[in-house]
């Protein structure tokens, strides 16, 4: 299969709109051009395979847990602390009034 048949293919399937005929095809087409061969990736200390996933998974776990402990402040939050200011505010003016003297 030549590269300009793929492009099409290709496309719809990053688009989220390829078929699984189009699917299939992309993934034998990829298989059978890199097949035998290895990704070399460089870093700054060397690891395996299996170190690479546990490092991955270790920060994936301490990034959810560090989403958990953040709590999003919600609409209703600041409601009930207008609400409480508001009826503090309307308490105190009234008890102002209702001693200020007359004359």
Same mark, same amino acid.
């Given at each position: 299969?030549?590269?300009?048949?793929?492009?099409?293919?290709?496309?719809?399937? #990053? %688009?989220?709109?390829?078929? /699984?005929?189009?699917?299939?095809?992309?993934?034998?087409?990829?298989?059978?051009?890199? =097949?035998?061969? $290895? /990704? $070399? $990736?460089?870093?700054?200390?060397?690891?395996? /395979? %299996? %170190?690479i996933k546990?490092?991955?998974?270790?920060?994936?776990?301490?990034?959810?847990?560090?989403?958990?402990?953040?709590?999003?402040?919600? /609409?209703? =939050? #600041? #409601?009930?602390?207008?609400?409480?200011?508001?009826? #503090?505010?309307?308490?105190?003016?009234?008890?102002?009034?209702?001693?200020?003297?007359?004359?």
């Amino acid at each position: 299969m030549s590269t300009n048949e793929l492009k099409r293919p290709a496309e719809k399937y #990053f %688009e989220g709109t390829a078929s /699984e005929q189009e699917k299939q095809q992309l993934h034998q087409w990829y298989d059978t051009t890199n =097949d035998g061969w $290895v /990704e $070399v $990736v460089n870093t700054s200390s060397p690891e395996d /395979e %299996e %170190e690479i996933k546990q490092r991955i998974f270790k920060n994936l776990q301490k990034r959810i847990q560090q989403e958990k402990e953040m709590q999003p402040v919600r /609409e209703a =939050d #600041f #409601f009930k602390t207008d609400l409480i200011t508001s009826c #503090f505010c309307c308490g105190y003016f009234t008890c102002g009034l209702l001693y200020l003297p007359i004359g």
